[in-house]
Nanobody, 123 residues
């Protein structure tokens, strides 16, 4: 089992920045890929991006150029730096992990999920 704990959410004005963290504990060999998703009110859970242990990354078009993922494998922690935030970025943000190296962008691929952290961007 892997436990994922997100932190760093909050309220920010449009144009501002936040950095989310996703700390893993337990079977950290199941964090080969760490993905980020978000779910706005009344919306589906959408893929934001993923980062693999070897550093491979991919982003959704909606956040490309504004969001940056990184990870510190020694600390078993992944990060999502969010810049130039917009009101439409308001959502609960989740990190998820998988032990498989396939860089999947669908939520049902991921076995482990954090509890989510709320990000609210005011206009």
């Amino acid at each position: 089992q892997v436990q994922l704990v997100e932190s760093g959410g909050g309220l920010v004005q449009a144009g501002g920045s936040l950095r989310l963290s996703c700390a893993a504990s337990g079977r950290t060999d199941s964090t080969e890929v760490v993905a980020w998703f978000r779910q706005g009110p009344g919306k589906d859970r959408d893929f934001i991006g993923l980062i693999r242990r070897d550093g491979y990354k991919t982003y959704a078009d909606s956040v490309k150029g504004r969001f940056t993922m990184s990870r510190d494998n020694a600390k078993n922690t992944a990060y999502l730096q969010m810049n130039s935030l917009k009101p439409e970025d308001t959502a609960v943000y989740y990190c998820a992990s998988s032990r498989l190296v396939v860089p999947a962008t669908t939520a049902n691929h991921y076995n482990y999920w954090g509890q989510g952290t709320q990000v609210t961007v005011s206009s």
